[in-house]
């Protein structure tokens, strides 16, 4: 089993940043791809980036690209996500997962992700 625990969540205004972290713990870090998705109220799960274990593969959804950003520190268990001019429609909770075969399964896909954090609000006012 893997439990994730996300923070960073809050109130942002519009061109403000933002980062999230999601510690891990119950396995070994390196050994699962890591991913944010996001959802607003009344709308389905939506992908937001995921990396690969080791980091050095990264993709993004069209509606984050070059805003934010993912990074992971394998040694601290904690993958980030980092929020840049942030918009009104990004208000939304924002979910950690892991899975063990994501990149194989479709990393920006939900069901292919094994684990999942409990979420954290994010609010961005105009």
């Known amino acids: 089993q893997v439990q994730l625990v996300e923070s960073g969540g809050g109130l942002a205004q519009a061109g403000g940043s933002l980062r999230l972290s999601c510690v891990a713990s119950?396995?070994?870090?390196?050994?699962?791809?890591m991913a944010w998705f996001r959802q607003a109220p009344g709308k389905e799960r939506e992908f937001v980036t995921a990396?690969?274990?080791?980091?050095?593969?990264?993709i993004y959804g069209d509606s984050v690209k070059g805003r934010f950003s993912i990074s992971r520190d394998n040694a601290k268990n904690t993958v980030f996500l980092h929020m840049n001019s942030l918009k009104p429609e990004d208000t939304a909770v924002y979910y950690c997962?892991?899975?063990?075969?994501?990149?194989?399964?479709?990393?920006?896909?939900?069901?292919?992700?094994?684990?999942w954090g409990q979420g954290t609000q994010v609010t961005v006012s105009s």
């Open positions: 119950g396995r070994t870090f390196s050994d699962y791809d």
């Open positions: 997962a892991a899975g063990f075969t994501a990149w194989a399964s479709g990393a920006d896909l939900v069901h292919a992700y094994d684990f």
């Open positions: 990396s690969r274990r080791n980091g050095g593969i990264t």
